[in-house]
């Protein structure tokens, strides 16, 4: 089992910066994929980033490439989501989760476990 805690989110203006954090619990964090998602109000949850168990393969929506980086810390348990230039359509919840199949997937129903989200409101 793998519990997932994200926190970060908050009211910035547009061009400003934030960052997530996700912390989870379990002995594999290490061998897992991880993942970003968001859901805006009225919409489906979307991908956002997703990192392999290493760090070494990253995958990011268009919409965020060159704004987003997603990053972890496997001594921590911790992977992170450090969002630049915010635009006032970034504005939604965002959710962590873990994928414990191999390869970075996009598809939110290969991930198995999911935080609680935190919300993100970019102003103008």
């Known amino acids: 089992q793998v519990q997932l805690v994200e926190s970060g989110g908050g009211l910035v203006q547009a061009g400003g910066s934030l960052r997530l954090s996700c912390a989870a619990s379990?002995?594999?964090?290490?061998?897992?994929?991880m993942g970003w998602f968001r859901q805006a109000p009225g919409k489906e949850r979307e991908f956002v980033a997703a990192?392999?168990?290493?760090?070494?393969?990253?995958r990011y929506a268009d919409s965020v490439k060159g704004r987003f980086t997603i990053s972890r810390d496997n001594t921590k348990n911790t992977m992170y989501l450090q969002m630049n230039s915010l635009k006032l359509e970034d504005t939604a919840v965002y959710y962590c989760?873990?994928?414990?199949?191999?390869?970075?997937?996009?598809?939110?129903?290969?991930?198995?476990?999911w935080g609680q989200g935190t919300q993100v409101t970019v102003s103008s």
């Open positions: 989760a873990v994928d414990r199949r191999l390869g970075v997937s996009l598809y939110e129903g290969e991930y198995d476990y």
């Open positions: 379990g002995r594999t964090f290490s061998s897992y994929t």
């Open positions: 990192i392999g168990w290493s760090g070494g393969s990253r």
